[in-house]
């Protein structure tokens, strides 16, 4: 059997059209190396089944449709579980790659600096061109709040969140950063195993910052790559205000996850302060 290099993780709830599109543009993509596709579905819905089944007339496409949600991190460990790629390529169904190099980019990258645990590229809002802000600082609970209410109109608080999202990064170039959104990154297999996984303790919110957290403090580096770019729909499942506390299932669900997160870093140092402070 020949050794797959990468494994590329797709998660879907009832997105099998953009599935299609994405994993058609896997395969146009020019590589040197073997990879695999695996596709694990929440949708619960036979019609999206039905259209992703299609996608099997494209080699090394592994396609597990789930009789109920798993939630988001379950379901990409267990897609990860079935996969046997050295790299994993955790990607959301709503990217797509239009440079025919992308995939082998990123793979030479993160092969030539063994020292990088987490990779991603930048990403591109497909409805207006403009970067999308995938690189964020460790969360702050108060601030995650604060960013939905009427407080982050108030200067201090406007500024403290800006610092927050990083909306001072300079995302044209390639630096080391707290995390990264997991709508595309890049790991090692053998960092994965490590670490365990995405925290199975979260349901859909926080498990890339934590995931990351332990990156850093075990040694690796997160990097955000700008040298190769990837398009997005620009849509947030986490997106919204106050009000969508209320009407938004997703929204409550980012408020647990967030509580759980911060419980589980509260008081603890940043780790990428302190791996470049011990180097």
Not at 207 to 236: L, M, Q, T
Request: with cysteine.
């Amino acid at each position: 059997m020949t050794e797959v290099k990468l494994s590329i993780i797709i998660l879907d709830y009832l997105k099998s059209k953009r599935v299609c599109e994405n994993v058609e543009s896997i395969y146009a993509q020019k590589v040197d190396f073997p990879f695999e596709v695996i596709i694990v579905d929440n949708s619960c819905n036979p019609l999206n089944a039905e259209k992703l089944m299609t996608l099997k007339k494209f080699p090394g496409v592994k396609i597990h449709i789930n009789e109920r949600n798993l939630g988001y991190i379950r379901a990409y460990n267990l897609g990860v579980k079935h996969s046997h790629g050295e790299y994993l390529l955790i990607l959301n169904p709503d990217i797509v790659m239009r440079d025919p190099h992308t995939l082998q980019k990123l793979v030479r990258q993160i092969e030539h600096h063994p020292k990088i645990g987490v990779l991603g590229p930048k990403q591109i809002n497909d409805g207006d061109g403009s970067t999308a802000m995938t690189v964020r600082r460790f969360p702050k609970f108060t601030l995650q709040v604060a960013r939905r209410t009427f407080l982050r109109r108030l200067p201090l608080i406007r500024d403290w969140v800006a610092h927050d999202e990083c909306r001072d990064l300079n995302y044209n170039l390639t630096q080391p950063v707290d995390w990264l959104q997991s709508s595309f990154w890049i790991t090692r297999r053998a960092l994965w195993d490590q670490l365990g996984g995405l925290n199975p303790s979260y349901f859909l919110f926080m498990s890339d910052p934590d995931y990351c957290w332990k990156c850093w403090k075990a040694g690796y580096e997160v990097i955000y790559y700008p040298e190769v770019s990837v398009y997005a729909d620009g849509i947030r499942c986490s997106s919204g205000g106050f009000k969508a506390l209320f009407n938004k299932w997703t929204m409550r669900q980012h408020v647990v996850d967030s509580l759980k997160y911060r419980l589980g870093h509260f008081l603890k140092p940043n780790p990428r302060i302190l791996y470049f402070k011990n180097r």
